[in-house]
């Protein structure tokens, strides 16, 4: 799928042809103006405190989810320090409801290399590795080749442009762990273990893979950085609202006309993005939104309607930005259901290492799952709440969180809905209704 | 146990990705392909990994059984994992995994008696957009499964 629609695009612009992938190679990337920044830094020396300022500058915000200031997190990094340091992306894509960083993987893999270089050298890191997503080994495979095509041009390597830095780069493909999102676990991974998330402190600045200082972004992030430099930190800024720079990829799933990628402005009305995907699917009535991946608490429809994509918007709405993730349901959706099948996911991707967490998400799954069932009970909401609060906080990392906000978020607005299904032990939406509503989506009907 | 030349050759190449004495780094990848070429992981291919790595095969094993995408029983020759996920369930994920349940005669978890095909439910594959996804041995990741696309991908596989 090709990048689906666009108002004033900084990081999809010039992206070619119907799937919006016919220029991903270099050569079109350099047509682009690509590689010009990286080659304009080490050309010029660039001081590496001016880059990190200017991306601070921006208020560029992490896209992985945690929305933590980029500029702040690379300047943790002990440049001086000798020995490996470490630059790793995040592609593990793998929170429901999010698929921008395989269309930026695939339709442009370079802008991710050339972040990545200058990212390391702001930071005086010398090796690299982008962790990919399992389920998406045609893209890894893209990137590999990108990478290849880098590597024989001199972006990557030994002695980059005859400037003295080296920077070597490398993909790390997952192999189905939602955990490995989660970045300690990630370097878990690369380690070639199991994806258990490690305690911080000490944070990956000061000990990261292989025990080496480490910062992990990710890919929107990174791929963000040679345009944040091209146009300047202050019209990035610019770009989209105060502490809310620039634009970012939304992707929009579910019940609307036309799902896919969408780039536009922070702070851009919800009631606009939605229009550009086309509107609720069938003309039919919104019923909830969850908007940034299935982690963040969930909005009625008279709430979203009221948001601007940024973060200070919605999180005064009662969500999380996250990673810019909206998953649309209209009125046809069944609540209880919906959530069962998030729980059933918290609880198969629990790692296992959290006794509150591995124990706790299989509770709130089988409790959900038998409301749906038509066997709740009373005081199940009250098991739900007390479950869900016993996970929250008490965890090695925010997955638990993300397992519980989901539950509470769902009860706290829709609870009449979960109340007629224990009580009348059966949905209020009609079965034949929800089939119908979520049936195949067939584009350009 | 033996791989082919073809494989050790793709396992030089992972194992070079990592600093000197990282070679753990690369049980991920050498797990995949070892898979890739026999079809799944049985104990003897775990352990050559484990092997030809220098690890203990115990911290292979728990690699290939915490990652979702190994498969440690044999299975059909093209392994189908539908995601049904929320997202591709509110466009018709569901729908492809009753269609496909019936057009194939089993149900989910399950192998066709002709050995070809095994139907197994995934979890968000980061492809929403182009629900309902389907990938096919862990390589081809198909969108939009109407019925017709269901039909059309089936017969490609041979
Ligand atoms: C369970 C879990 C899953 C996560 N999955 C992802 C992911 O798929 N991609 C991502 O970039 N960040 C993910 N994160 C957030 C990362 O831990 C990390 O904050 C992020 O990669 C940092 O990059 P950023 O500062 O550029 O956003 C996840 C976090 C948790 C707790
Ligand atoms: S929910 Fe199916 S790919 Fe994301």
New binding site residues.
């Given amino acids: 799928m090709a990048i689906m629609g666009t108002i004033a695009p900084i990081l999809t612009a010039g992206w070619m042809g119907a799937n919006g992938d016919d220029g991903w190679r270099l050569a079109d990337y350099v047509a682009r103006g690509g590689y010009a920044m990286l080659r304009q830094i080490l050309e010029n020396r660039r001081p590496p405190e001016e880059i990190i300022a200017e991306v601070k500058t921006s208020v560029l915000?992490?896209?992985?989810?945690?929305?933590?200031p980029?500029g702040l997190?690379w300047s943790f990094m002990p440049r001086a320090l000798s020995g490996d340091k470490y630059v790793v992306c995040?592609?593990?894509?793998?929170?429901p409801g999010?698929f921008k960083?395989r269309d930026i993987t695939r339709c442009n893999p370079h802008a991710i290399i050339e972040g990545m270089a200058i990212a390391a050298y702001a930071m005086g890191a010398n090796r690299g590795y982008n962790y990919i997503?399992g389920e998406i080994w045609e893209i890894y495979k893209r990137f590999e080749e990108a990478l290849d095509e880098a590597r024989q041009a001199g972006f990557i390597g030994q002695n980059i442009l005859g400037s003295g830095f080296s920077f070597e780069l490398f993909a790390h493909h997952g192999y189905g762990a939602?955990?490995c999102?989660?970045?300690?676990?990630?370097l878990e991974s690369i380690e070639g273990k199991k994806g258990q998330?490690r305690f911080k402190p000490p944070f990956p600045a000061s000990f990261g893979l292989f025990g080496r200082p480490t910062t992990?972004?990710?890919?929107?992030?990174?791929a963000s950085i040679p345009f944040i430099l091209k146009m300047g930190g202050e019209a990035y800024l610019n770009a989209g609202k105060p502490n809310n720079g620039g634009s970012k990829v939304f992707s929009v799933s579910g019940h609307v006309n036309r799902p896919g990628n969408y780039e536009i402005p922070m702070g851009t009305p919800f009631t606009q993005l939605l229009e550009l995907a086309g509107g609720v699917r069938g003309g039919r009535k919104l019923k909830a939104v969850i908007p940034g991946g299935s982690?963040s608490p969930v909005l009625p429809a008279d709430r979203i309607m009221e948001c601007t994509l940024d973060y200070d918007s919605i999180s005064k709405a009662g969500s999380m930005f996250g990673?810019g993730a909206l998953i649309v349901m209209d009125e046809t959706t069944c609540m209880v259901k919906a959530l069962e099948r998030l729980s059933w996911f918290y609880h198969e991707?629990s790692c296992g290492q959290c006794t509150p967490c591995r124990e706790g998400t299989g509770w709130l799954y089988q409790v959900v799952h038998r409301i749906e069932n038509g066997e709740g009970r009373p005081d199940d909401l009250e098991t739900l709440a007390h479950v869900a609060g016993n996970i929250g906080g008490r965890t090695i990392?925010?997955?638990g969180d993300?397992a519980a906000m989901p539950v509470q978020s769902f009860i706290q607005h829709f609870r009449d809905e979960f109340l007629y299904h224990i009580e009348h032990k059966t949905c209020l939406v009609p079965k034949d209704v929800q089939w119908a509503g979520s049936d195949f989506h067939r584009f350009g009907n | 146990m033996m791989f082919s030349a073809e494989t050790l050759r793709k396992f030089n190449r992972e194992v070079a990705k990592y600093p000197a004495g990282r070679e753990r780094s690369a049980v991920m990848a050498c797990l995949a392909l070892a898979q890739e070429e026999q079809g799944w992981l049985s104990p003897e291919a775990i352990e050559a990994v484990a092997n030809y790595l220098g690890i203990a095969p115990i911290a292979a094993y728990e690699v290939a059984s915490f990652y979702n995408m190994y498969d440690l029983k044999p299975l059909g020759k093209y392994k189908l994992t539908l995601c049904t996920n929320l997202p591709c369930a509110l466009s018709g994920a569901n729908h492809a995994a009753a269609y496909l349940k019936e057009k194939l005669g089993i149900a989910l978890g399950e192998t066709t008696a002709d050995g070809r095909f095994t139907l197994v439910e995934g979890e968000c594959m980061g492809a929403c957009g182009d629900a309902p996804v389907m990938l096919i041995n862990n390589r081809h990741l198909c969108a939009r499964m109407v019925p017709e696309e269901i039909d059309r991908v089936l017969e490609e596989c041979a």
């Fill in positions: 915000r992490g896209r992985g989810g945690a929305g933590f980029t997190k995040n592609t593990d894509e793998g929170e999010t960083d997503h939602y955990v999102g989660e970045e300690t676990a990630l998330p992990i972004n990710n890919t929107e992030t990174l982690s990673s991707e990392c925010a997955l993300a």
